[in-house]
């Protein structure tokens, strides 16, 4: 591979811990490439809180606190990641890579060389790409791309025609693919009522536009000081974190004290509140737990309301397919609150998980 170096920057993830668990590297061997892989010079890689969540080892069903507590606990060894499975360590971590290909294996698709592209995270058995059991994600199965070069198989390489920065597009994959995947299961259309939690952070933030594109009434719930960045993305309504009553306030809001859909990244102490909150009829789903995985709910309240409770994490393929065109087209836009070169990826975890920003944030790999 002409003009492709031997070794590269990266920060890697040694073991499962704290910031000091991962290590940054001036003279780490830049991946070889598959025959069905092709090789990414990187420009900008997303965080999100796959990265946090599987360093901390938070995943592990020891861990019961919020995600900004998990380090303080001992993950099992037998489940510390989103799998509920070891990984191969030492791992590069970083999902939401944004790069130029640079070279492609014998069976990859060669056209794909000199085009920028954008990581579809999922990665599939393609000879049966439906099966969940089967999925591995991107910087958790396999090396990511908090590093000046990555691999991934040529299926999960997608080009994107936008006039959007490198660092802009690295906001979008995981975050909205979790979005969309979040509404396409609470089968969300227009003129639903849709109650989104967590709503300045990047998941959240999403769900807020892509509600919007589907015709959604969306109420957004987060810290006052962002809510005018919330009404600026569409947001119908905005809502403190945590209501002392959530009815009262949705009614003071929007004139009804019920949601159709609650689209959730939080949980914790508040989940009872959001699961009363629904119509009869509702449709709850989620994908984190932000505020803590241990919650209650009275089994009256779901089957007496008719109500059903939806988790995503695995989406189907033309999710994925569908959010680049939205991109292409303009339909949602980036919220990228800010950038660090890698080698102070630490400093943009600990922002990251402050969780002070609205939007995302995104590490620059150094350009030699």
Known sequence: MNGIPKTMKAYVLHAHGDMDAMRYHTDWP????????????????????????????????????????????????????????????????????????????????????????????????????????TAGYYGSEADGGFAQYAVIDHRN??????????????????????????????????GDHVLVTGASGGVGSALVQLAKRRGAYVIAMSSPAKHDRLRDLGADAVLPRAPADLAAALEAATGRATVDVVADIVGGDSWR?????????????????????????DLRTLYLNDLTLHGSTVIPPEIFTDLV?????????????????????????EAFIAKQHVGNIVAIPDAN
Not at 82 to 102: K, N
Not at 273 to 297: F, K
């Open 325 to 349: 065109g939205y991109i292409e087209r303009a339909e949602v836009r980036p919220l990228l609150a800010a950038t660090y070169p890698l080698q102070d990826l630490k400093q943009a975890q």
């Open 273 to 297: 509140h959001l699961i009363d909150a629904l119509a009869r009829g509702g449709r709850y789903a989620c994908s984190g737990a932000i505020a803590g995985p241990m919650v209650q709910l």
């Open 157 to 190: 390489a997608r080009p994107v025609e936008s006039d959007l920065s490198d660092a802009e597009l690295a906001t979008f994959s995981c975050s909205y693919s979790t979005a969309e995947g979040m509404l396409w299961r609470a089968g969300v259309s227009k």
């Open 30 to 133: 830049v991946p070889e490439v598959g025959p069905e892989h092709v090789l990414i010079r990187v420009g900008a890689c997303g965080l999100n809180n796959t990265d946090v969540n599987t360093r901390t080892g938070w995943y592990s069903k020891t861990v019961t606190g919020a995600t900004d507590s998990a380090a303080g606990q001992a993950p099992q060894d037998a489940d510390p990641t989103w799998g509920g499975a070891p990984i191969g360590l030492p791992r590069i971590q970083g999902a939401d890579v944004v790069g130029r290909v640079v070279a492609a294996g014998v069976q990859a698709d060669a056209s794909l060389i000199g085009k920028r592209v954008i990581s579809d995270n999922w990665l599939r058995n393609w000879d049966d790409p439906l099966n969940r059991d």
